[in-house]
């Protein structure tokens, strides 16, 4: 009987499609990817109201989408979406992919994708020894606060405390957003000046999501942030919105068109938020240093630099 070597990954999302696209390329498997991707992308669609949906209801979508006799053939479930007035979404449960015909992997070997609302947190448990997650999260949880400023990912593992946590960033995939430097004219002469030189200046409001208060720490470091006082949107409020009114603030800014609409600044680009392959070192086998060679290394875009 081969090994299968479970691996934690997002049930849902950019970070689970950045998975899926790493996945395609190296193992093979476009057909899967493309079948999973386009499948949680109708189900956003019916949850947002962007289409209207069909005459079978949530459960009976779930039944069609799943494949429960055959392990290669996605598995789906439903999360429940604690917003008021939203419905249960199908999410991404699990799937075994084979691997076969791969140089120097034995021909019984296999992964399992299992999804989990916060793979990083399975592998702090030693549920799994491979997952995929957002490094913010890396960063919110085990990265130590420093007076110096965080760059990059490739420095992460050196403020990872070992006596804390077993698990370490191996490489991103480069599907990289920006938690970027904002303000309002007011507060900044101009985009070019709004960097962390300026910040280091500044005394006053900095506006965030208060998910992201140690994130910010981490990346700024705290003596860049003394006299500055954390801001959070109110409830219901629009981040950039928030933002103008403070003055100042960090948001993960995509494009920066909505950030214009509320005449705010795009400064520094702080700090690359990418989804990361993980590893609990303490859970490493000689079949997990094969899967993790096969989903590290390559040409593709990344912020990070890390030997595995």
């Known amino acids: 009987m081969g090994e299968t070597i479970p691996i934690a990954v997002p049930r849902k999302g950019r970070p689970l499609e950045s998975v899926l696209d790493r996945l395609a390329d190296r193992l093979d498997v476009p057909d899967l990817a493309d079948d999973i991707t386009s499948t949680l992308r109708h189900e956003k669609a019916l949850t947002k109201g962007s289409i209207d949906p069909d005459e079978e209801d949530v459960y009976h979508r779930l039944a069609d989408y799943s494949a429960v006799d055959d392990p290669t053939e996605p598995e789906y479930t439903l999360l429940r979406d604690d917003r008021a007035g939203k419905p249960r979404r199908i999410v991404f449960d699990s799937v075994t992919i084979p691997l076969t015909n791969i140089e120097g992997v034995p021909d019984d070997t296999a992964i399992q994708l299992v999804g989990r609302e916060e793979p990083f947190r399975s592998l702090r448990t030693h549920e799994f020894a491979l997952g995929f997650d957002s490094a913010d999260l890396v960063l919110e949880e085990v990265v130590e606060l420093r007076p110096e400023p965080l760059n990059r990912i490739a420095d992460v593992n ?87 009114d403070a003055g100042l603030g960090v948001y993960l800014t995509v494009t920066g068109s909505t950030a214009r609409d509320h005449g705010l600044l795009l400064g520094e680009q702080l700090f690359p938020s990418e989804t990361v392959l993980l590893e609990n070192t303490a859970e490493t086998t000689e079949t997990v240093d094969l899967v993790r060679s096969l989903l590290n290394g390559g040409d593709l875009e990344t912020e990070l630099a890390v030997e595995p």
């Not at 050196?158 to 990289?176: E, F, H, K, M």
């Not at 900044?188 to 962390?196: F, H, I, K, V």
């Open 158 to 244: 050196a403020r990872i405390n070992p006596s804390d946590t077993d698990v370490q960033v191996v490489t991103g995939l480069g599907d990289t957003v920006y938690h970027t430097l904002l303000a309002s004219p007011e507060v900044a002469p101009s985009s070019e000046s709004l960097d962390r030189d300026f910040l280091e200046a500044y005394e006053g409001p900095l506006c965030i999501e208060p998910r992201y208060e140690r994130l910010v720490q981490a990346v700024l470091g705290t003596r860049t942030l003394d006299g500055v006082d954390f801001r959070y949107p109110e409830e219901g409020r629009e981040e950039e919105a928030a933002i103008a």
